[in-house]
T-cell receptor
Framework: DAGVIQSPRHEVTEMGQEVTLRCKPI?????LFWYRQTMMRGLELLIY????????DSGMPEDRFSAKMPNASFSTLKIQPSEPRDSAVYFC?????????????FGPGTRLLVL | SQELEQSPQSLIVQEGKNLTINCTSS?????LYWYKQKYGEGLIFLMM?????EEKSHEKITAKLDEKKQQSSLHITASQPSHAGIYLC???????????FGKGTRLHILP
C-alpha cells in the first residue's frame, strides 16, 4: 500500500496567490482529515470528511480556506488568497472509521511558504 | 474544551540513556495515541492506549496510560539516534470525538 499521498511536497508562493494542496487517501478508508502544523499552534485539525462529505469544518481558519472531496480517492485544500501567516506544514490523514478508537494514517505533508 | 499538554517541550539526551515524555489531559480520555514525526516528514503511529493502567511496548519504546486516564508517559530505554524526532500525543474525550494533539516534544539524541 502506498499510504496517504500528498502533493506537492513543497510550495513557495507569493501573498495573494491561490494555493491548492492535494491528497490521495489510503484505498478503503472512509475518513479523510486535513491538519495544519505550526511551531506556535502545533497540529490543528482543519476539516474532515466521511464518505466524501464534509462533517466538521470548525477548524478552518477563515473563508479563504476551502476543502473538497469530489471522490473517495482525492481531496483538495485550497487557500485563496494566500497570506504569509498561512505558512505551515499541511497534513492529510485517513482512517477506516472516525474517533479515538481508530488509527489515523498521515501523509508526508506539504510545506507551504507564503512570501 | 480538552487540551493536551506535553512535557518537556524539548529534550537532549546522550545516546544510550533512558528518557521519559509526558502527556497530560485536562479531561478524561477515551483513547490516547502516540505518534512520532521525523524532522520534515509525516507522523508515524506508535501505539494507542485505551484502558486505565494499560501499558504497551514496541521495541525499546513503552507507553503507559494512568488509572484515571488523564496522563500518559512514553519511555525510551537505551536511546539511539534513530529515536530522534518529534513525539506527539493525541487524544479524544469520547469515542466519536475528533482527536486533538499536543504540541509535541522535540527529542535530540547526542552520539
Amino acid at each position: 500500500d502506498a499510504g496517504v499521498i500528498q502533493s506537492p511536497r513543497h510550495e513557495v508562493t507569493e501573498m495573494g496567490q491561490e494555493v491548492t494542496l492535494r491528497c490521495k487517501p489510503i484505498s478503503g478508508h472512509d475518513y479523510l482529515f486535513w491538519y495544519r502544523q505550526t511551531m506556535m499552534r502545533g497540529l490543528e485539525l482543519l476539516i474532515y470528511f466521511n464518505n466524501n462529505v464534509p462533517i466538521d469544518d470548525s477548524g478552518m481558519p477563515e473563508d479563504r480556506f476551502s476543502a473538497k472531496m469530489p471522490n473517495a480517492s482525492f481531496s483538495t485544500l485550497k487557500i485563496q488568497p494566500s497570506e504569509p501567516r498561512d505558512s505551515a506544514v499541511y497534513f492529510c490523514a485517513s482512517s477506516l472509521v472516525q474517533g479515538a478508537g481508530e488509527t489515523q494514517y498521515f501523509g508526508p505533508g506539504t510545506r507551504l511558504l507564503v512570501l | 474544551s480538552q487540551e493536551l499538554e506535553q512535557s518537556p517541550q524539548s529534550l537532549i539526551v546522550q545516546e544510550g540513556k533512558n528518557l521519559t515524555i509526558n502527556c497530560t489531559s485536562s479531561k478524561t480520555l477515551y483513547g490516547l495515541y502516540w505518534y512520532k514525526q521525523k524532522y520534515g516528514e509525516g507522523l508515524i503511529f506508535l501505539m494507542m492506549l485505551q484502558k486505565g493502567g494499560e501499558e504497551k511496548s514496541h521495541e525499546k519504546i513503552t507507553a503507559k496510560l494512568d488509572e484515571k486516564k488523564q496522563q500518559s508517559s512514553l519511555h525510551i530505554t537505551a536511546s539511539q539516534p534513530s529515536h530522534a524526532g518529534i513525539y506527539l500525543c493525541g487524544a479524544a474525550p469520547n469515542r466519536d470525538d475528533k482527536i486533538i494533539f499536543g504540541k509535541g516534544t522535540r527529542l535530540h539524541i547526542l552520539p
